[in-house]
């Protein structure tokens, strides 16, 4: 298959980013945020802009060195291949974790239809199958799973725009002043609570960066789809949240495994309801093959630059790593099985932590390479700041965390350094020193300022 022929322009580009982040977490943060109260809404003031700013961080850097990889090929570009090595280590299994949470939400909004799948067991197969079918779909090759993504995402933001935007007809602000502060929170803790959850809701910001193999004109086209997935996704983000905590009483939302769904039968009845589920069974599905998409991509960059098990590089004639994707599904399917809980909501809860602490590293690593590239004069001086507050905002929402989360995380930080030398053993690269810097014509550089 022609390079030309896997390539995607600006629209499916954009869908991916906004899909990927909105689909990522929107459809069970309202059953999230309820368990801290309404006052979590005062999160979205502290995510809302690190996100903006990260956007346009992911955005510069994605015109100056339009590679595949994203925060992996910045970080080993600048720092060298440990470096690279320990950022896509840990960006790819965030990225398998935060696939079985959307794995898991969507078996969350199938159980209204199948009740049985609200037993651990049997959610957990579904589960399973799902991920499998998400990995078929990528086998077939990235046009289609980004053409599904635009056509899932406008399926999927219309209903959820409809009760974010509709859903206000329907607010009662005695509900959502009755479920405003339940714990009894200070604004500083509970906004601290909110923002660790919340920063899942916008992973997915570096997407067209890492996706940049696929995309055309990248120069252009990744910084422009990254700033408008994000502002598409905060709008979604702050409007529907909002509205469902004013439609749902606080306890009922907590127990919630499908919120949008609840608040479409309060609001418009059953219909409305079976309707709005669908939607949000669709519009994950396309998000899940998104990141499916990511992570395929992120091996096969990390594999062919030899820092990954050589098995991740291999593709099929069409250019498609039919093999990656294989393993990636049996690895998140043992996880699956090892993560059930009597609760979808526990599960997801659990899972998104895990995700957001393991992407924070590779985030920073990102803000640490502009160093690099102001050296090498391809970027302003100023450009630092972005980086600086990035890496500020990265370690608050560490700081925030807690938890077994914070546990898991650490481990797998500190077992980059073994499983380095591991997998070179698998690769095609002797880990002798950093990798050579790529030269960037210094035309494209001015134009990237």
């Given at each position: 298959m022609s390079s030309s022929a896997r390539q995607i322009g600006l629209f499916p580009a954009t869908m991916l980013?906004?899909?990927?982040?909105?689909?990522?977490?929107?459809?069970?943060?309202?059953?999230?945020?309820?368990?801290?109260?309404?006052?979590?809404?005062?999160?979205?003031?502290?995510?809302?802009?690190?996100?903006?700013?990260?956007?346009?961080?992911?955005?510069?850097?994605?015109?100056?060195?339009?590679?595949?990889?994203?925060?992996?090929a910045y970080a080993r570009e600048a720092l060298g291949d440990f470096a690279g090595f320990q950022c896509n280590l840990l960006y790819w299994f965030s990225n398998v974790v935060a696939n079985i949470a959307i794995a898991t939400s969507m078996t969350g909004y199938i159980a209204v239809f199948f009740p049985a799948l609200r037993v651990p067991l049997i959610g957990a197969c579904a589960t399973v199958v799902v991920v499998w079918l998400s990995a078929f779909l990528n086998m077939i090759g990235p046009r289609l799973v980004t053409r599904f993504e635009t056509v899932t995402t406008l399926l999927g933001i219309g209903p959820i725009a409809l009760v974010g935007i509709g859903g206000w007809l329907f607010f009662d602000p005695e509900i959502f002043r009755t479920g405003w502060n339940p714990a009894g929170l200070g604004e500083f803790h509970a906004i601290s609570?909110?923002?660790?959850?919340?920063?899942?809701?916008?992973?997915?910001?570096?997407?067209?960066?890492?996706?940049?193999?696929?995309?055309?004109?990248?120069?252009?086209?990744?910084?422009?789809?990254?700033?408008?997935?994000?502002?598409?996704?905060?709008?979604?983000?702050?409007?529907?949240?909002?509205?469902?905590?004013?439609?749902?009483?606080?306890?009922?939302?907590?127990?919630?495994?499908?919120?949008?769904?609840?608040?479409?039968?309060?609001?418009?009845?059953?219909?409305?309801?079976?309707?709005?589920?669908?939607?949000?069974?669709?519009?994950?599905?396309?998000?899940?093959?998104?990141?499916?998409?990511?992570?395929?991509?992120?091996?096969?960059?990390?594999?062919?630059?030899?820092?990954?098990?050589?098995?991740?590089?291999?593709?099929?004639?069409?250019?498609?790593?039919?093999?990656?994707?294989?393993?990636?599904?049996?690895?998140?399917?043992?996880?699956?099985?090892?993560?059930?809980?009597?609760?979808?909501?526990?599960?997801?809860?659990?899972?998104?932590?895990?995700?957001?602490?393991?992407?924070?590293?590779?985030?920073?690593?990102?803000?640490?390479?502009?160093?690099?590239?102001?050296?090498?004069?391809?970027?302003?001086?100023?450009?630092?700041?972005?980086?600086?507050?990035?890496i500020a905002y990265c370690l608050a929402v560490i700081v925030a965390s807690a938890g077994t989360a914070v546990a898991v995380s650490m481990a797998l930080g500190l077992a980059t350094a073994p499983l380095f030398r591991v997998f070179l053993a698998f690769g095609g690269n002797n880990g002798n020193g950093p990798a050579k810097p790529v030269v960037i014509d210094q035309d494209q550089a001015r134009s990237a300022l």
């Open positions: 980013v906004a899909g990927n982040m909105i689909g990522a977490g929107i459809f069970m943060m309202p059953t999230v945020m309820a368990s801290i109260g309404g006052i979590a809404s005062l999160g979205w003031l502290v995510t809302a802009p690190g996100a903006f700013i990260m956007g346009y961080m992911f955005a510069r850097l994605g015109r100056v060195s339009p590679k595949a990889g994203g925060p992996y609570a909110a923002v660790s959850i919340m920063f899942w809701s916008f992973m997915g910001v570096e997407s067209a960066s890492v996706a940049a193999a696929v995309v055309k004109d990248p120069e252009k086209n990744i910084g422009r789809a990254t700033l408008l997935g994000v502002l598409i996704a905060a709008l979604v983000y702050v409007l529907s949240t909002t509205a469902i905590m004013g439609i749902i009483p606080n306890d009922a939302l907590r127990h919630s495994t499908a919120p949008f769904a609840d608040a479409a039968m309060r609001a418009l009845g059953p219909v409305g309801g079976t309707f709005i589920t669908l939607c949000a069974i669709v519009k994950a599905s396309g998000c899940l093959g998104g990141w499916t998409l990511i992570n395929a991509e992120t091996a096969l960059a990390t594999a062919k630059d030899g820092l990954f098990p050589a098995m991740f590089a291999r593709t099929d004639s069409r250019g498609v790593p039919v093999l990656g994707l294989v393993i990636v599904s049996i690895i998140m399917s043992a996880i699956v099985f090892a993560t059930v809980s009597p609760s979808i909501g526990e599960t997801f809860m659990v899972l998104a932590d895990i995700a957001v602490l393991l992407v924070l590293t590779p985030y920073i690593f990102a803000a640490v390479s502009i160093a690099h590239y102001v050296q090498a004069k391809v970027v302003t001086r100023s450009f630092i700041w972005v980086g600086l507050i990035t």
